[in-house]
């Protein structure tokens, strides 16, 4: 009986910090999906608020529809994104609204629109490099107006 329960304990304590670890990663990808669709719908939303835009009363449809696209979007970003300026920009019938946020250092570098940085590569998880994260989230959207 005694063997038993030493047995018992070997296991336990093999197979707990794998259980925690698992159940870890599977909160910090909660999360890191849950930024990622909250991102998609901003730009999505924000992108879709220009069809609304009538381009014949007015001289300058460029600039009005990416007026209008910036001001939604920094309505709709999500709190952890923090301040967006100039996540919008217009060609003469395309507007493209871009959110990332940087996760590890020099992770979104060279990217268009509005970049945010956590507070450093491991804001998520105290375990260093586990799990492993992916450098930046991004979201894109595009609409011919």
């Known amino acids: 009986m005694k063997k038993q329960l030493g047995a018992t304990a070997l296991e336990f304590l093999f ?6 670890s698992l159940v870890y990663a599977a909160g910090v990808y909660g999360v890191l999906f849950s930024w ?8 999505d939303r924000a992108t879709a ?6 381009r014949s009363a007015t001289n300058t449809p460029q600039t009005e529809a990416e007026a209008l696209a910036n001001q939604n ?16 920009s217009a060609d003469e019938e395309i507007v ?7 996760l590890k ?6 990217e268009g629109g509005a970049t945010s940085t956590m507070t450093g590569p491991d804001a998520l998880g ?4 586990f799990p492993p994260m992916p450098d930046c989230l ?3 959207a595009k609409v011919a107006y």
């Open 36 to 43: 990622q669709v909250k991102m998609q719908i901003a730009v």
């Open 15 to 20: 197979l707990f910090p794998l259980v925690v």
């Open 126 to 129: 105290f375990l260093g490099g």
């Open 73 to 88: 979007m920094a309505d709709l970003a999500p709190d952890f994104v923090g301040a967006i300026t100039d996540a919008c």
């Open 96 to 102: 493209t609204c871009t959110l990332s946020v940087t």
């Open 138 to 140: 991004k979201a894109v």
């Open 49 to 54: 608020s220009v069809m609304y835009l009538d």
């Open 105 to 110: 250092d020099s992770g979104c570098a060279g």
